[in-house]
């Protein structure tokens, strides 16, 4: 994975490891148009690649742009809104929550994911 994230993006993006299967990408792009270009690509290459462990394997990716004073939270949560539309779509899709979540809807983190156990 580490390979196709490095082949896709530019030497000054910057690729971090969030959790065991989530990774942020922090780069600059032209215009709306252009970033979700490059994460398509991203999306299509690992589709395709033949991972010698487990076969073909699909990714789910979502997306924001980080305003002017945002908090890393602030654009977390937007981007974790993105990813959770992307999956509850069918998976191995880019969704941006700019132009495809509506923010009038709860997040999934207050209405809870299936299966989740709430501890108070």
């Known amino acids: ?3 196709l994230l490095r082949k896709t993006f530019r030497h000054d993006d910057r690729i971090y490891r969030f959790g065991g299967e ?8 032209a215009d709306p148009e ?3 270009a490059a994460l398509e690509r991203l999306r299509l290459q690992v589709q395709d690649y ?8 699909t990714v789910s990716v979502g997306y924001t742009r980080i305003r002017e004073h945002d908090t890393p939270s602030d654009a977390f949560e937007r981007a ?3 990813l959770y539309l992307a999956k509850s779509q069918g998976r191995n899709q880019v969704c941006s929550y700019e132009t495809d979540v509506n923010p009038a809807e709860p997040s999934a983190a207050s209405r809870g994911a299936e299966g989740d156990i709430e501890l108070f």
Do not use: N, S
Request: proline share 8%.
């Open 34 to 36: 252009a970033a979700r």
């Open 50 to 57: 033949p991972f010698p462990q487990v076969g073909r394997i």
């Open 22 to 29: 989530e990774f942020v990408v922090l780069m600059r792009a």
């Open 1 to 3: 994975m580490a390979r």
């Open 80 to 82: 974790d809104r993105a």
